[in-house]
Each structure stands twice: as C-alpha cells, then as structure tokens.
C-alpha cells in the first residue's frame, strides 16, 4: 500500500524531533568531583637507612604528593611513630612503609592493634625485611610467613608476570612486562605456600640466572601480594632512584594504592 506524502513526512518530523528531546535529556555525569578529601593516608619511613633506601623513599614521598595534587586526600609523612597513639593512628585508611618497619617495641605493638583492628598497610622493598635478629613474630605472620632468604646483587631489572590477571590490582596490566631495576628478595618459604596469601607479581623464571655478584639461580620469586588475614599489599620494588623511571610499574603502585584504600571499613571513598 502506498503511504500518502503527508503522513510520510509528519512521521519524518515526528522521528527527529523524538532524537532531538532525546539529545536534551538529563543523563548521568561520568566525573565525581569531590568536596572535601576522602581519605587520610600516612608515609612511614626513615632516613637512618642504607643510601638507596633513603633515595627511594624521598621519590616515594614526592611521588604521593603528587597523586594528592588538588588535596583529594589528606597526606602526613612522618619519620617517627612514636609520635602516634592507637586513637590518632585508627584515623588513617592507610600506612604506606617505604623503606623500614617500628623496631621500637611499643611502636611495633601500636601497628599490630592498628592493623589487627581494620588497618590498611602498603609496603616497599625494605619495609618487610626480617631475619632472625627481627624478633618479631607476628611481623612475619603478617607477611605471610616469609623470611628474608636471598637476593640477587647489584640490582637489575626483571620481567614480571601477573599471577593473578582479573585482580583490581592487576587487570589493567600487561600479563607479563618489565620493572624497572631494582634488588630483588627471595624469601623462605615463599608466601605462595601460605593458603591465605594472594600472589599477585612475580619474577618469570626465564630471568634466572638473576645478578651479577649474587646470583639467584632459581625458586619462586613473588614480589608482589597480599595476605587475605589483613588489609595490605606488599611490593618487593624500592630500591635505588629508578623506581619511578617507567609508567606501567607507576600504574601498579597507583592500583595497590587505591586498593587497599578502597576495602576500607569506612566504605569504598571511589565509588
């Protein structure tokens, strides 16, 4: 049947007057600009430490500082604990060690409750460091129960593998990629036999034999994971001026970052 012109052209208009109402609706705004800062994190380091320790450290304070540009969290850096009390401590969604942890015991028995209680922690490199003059227990229970076991020397790049590809902290990274250089531990045993730590990273084994003067000639080499008790992530990268040198490993820190603030009791401050 053939549609007189008429109807044809008042259903023309009725189309495009439906698509241009369509064009001048509400919708939902894809940016969440916040009004005051959504949470409250704590650096944690020293500066009586071996020299690319420090150097890391001071990168890692610069480079927080600038994840806060425009004040979209509240940053306090302190190379000092005891300074702290178990109320002041529990306002922090975060502590972020770069490059030691309290060898204090007070300053250790405040980390534990804050940490036991709900706490967040990120930790570099140096931060988990224990052997068997640490003394500390529940430290090591807290990692995973790893000790320090061997390193590679003088430090060198690596390439990494996700071990867990779908996780927050690891979905938008490559499967594998390599890091920046960096003193690499090994610890025994490995987290990866602890049935509530999540690897996350870690070194292929098409690295070894890994170093130059200390060389790593096999094992299971995680660098990076969390341990399922406690609301942390660690990350063996830290070492030397270079750590900040290549974008993808940035990306991770941010990842781990905003994923141990994300689980905080207090709510998911990015939602």
Same mark, same amino acid.
């Given at each position: =049947?053939?549609i007189? $012109?008429?109807?044809?052209v008042?259903?023309l !208009? *009725?189309?495009?007057?439906?698509v241009? %109402?369509g064009? #001048?609706q509400?919708?939902?705004y894809?940016a969440d600009?916040?009004?005051a800062?959504r949470f409250?994190?704590?650096?944690y380091y ?6 690319a320790?420090?150097?890391?450290a001071?990168q890692a ?5 600038r994840l806060?540009?425009?004040d979209g969290?509240?940053?306090d850096?302190s ?8 109320e002041?401590?529990k306002t922090?969604h975060?502590?972020? =060690?770069?490059?030691? $942890?309290?060898?204090d015991p007070?300053e250790? !028995? *405040?980390?534990?409750?804050y940490?036991e %209680?709900?706490g #967040?922690w990120m930790g570099?490199h140096a931060a988990a460091y224990n052997d068997?003059?640490t003394?500390w227990p529940w430290?090591?229970?807290f990692?995973?129960g790893?000790?320090f ?7 060198q790049?690596a390439?990494v ?11 938008n990274l490559?499967s ?14 490995g987290?990866?036999?602890?049935k509530?730590?999540d690897v ?12 130059i003067k200390?060389v790593v000639k096999?094992g ?10 406690y609301?942390?992530i660690?990350?063996?990268?830290g ?6 040198t290549?974008?993808t490993?940035n ?9 141990v603030?994300s689980?905080?009791?207090?709510g998911?401050p990015f939602?």
């Amino acid at each position: =049947m053939k549609i007189p $012109a008429y109807n044809f052209v008042c259903v023309l !208009l *009725l189309s495009f007057m439906s698509v241009f %109402s369509g064009w #001048g609706q509400s919708t939902e705004y894809p940016a969440d600009y916040a009004r005051a800062p959504r949470f409250k994190a704590l650096i944690y380091y020293t500066k009586q430490a071996e020299t690319a320790h420090v150097q890391f450290a001071e990168q890692a304070v610069d480079f927080f500082r600038r994840l806060n540009y425009g004040d979209g969290f509240v940053l306090d850096v302190s190379t000092d604990l005891s300074s702290f009390d178990a109320e002041k401590l529990k306002t922090y969604h975060v502590i972020i =060690m770069l490059n030691t $942890a309290p060898s204090d015991p007070h300053e250790r !028995l *405040l980390f534990q409750q804050y940490m036991e %209680s709900g706490g #967040g922690w990120m930790g570099f490199h140096a931060a988990a460091y224990n052997d068997k003059n640490t003394n500390w227990p529940w430290f090591v229970d807290f990692l995973g129960g790893g000790v320090f076991y061997c390193n590679n020397w003088p430090p060198q790049p690596a390439k990494v593998q996700a071990d867990q590809p779908l996780h927050p902290v690891t979905k938008n990274l490559p499967s594998s990629f390599i890091v920046p250089e960096s003193e690499w531990y090994q610890w025994n045993p490995g987290p990866r036999t602890n049935k509530e730590v999540d690897v996350l990273l870690s070194i292929t084994a098409d690295n070894y034999p890994l170093g130059i003067k200390d060389v790593v000639k096999f094992g299971d080499f995680p660098v990076v994971w969390t341990h399922r008790k406690y609301r942390m992530i660690y990350l063996n990268m830290g070492h030397g001026d270079r750590e900040f040198t290549d974008a993808t490993q940035n990306l991770l820190f941010v990842n781990a970052f905003r994923w141990v603030v994300s689980r905080s009791k207090e709510g998911d401050p990015f939602q």
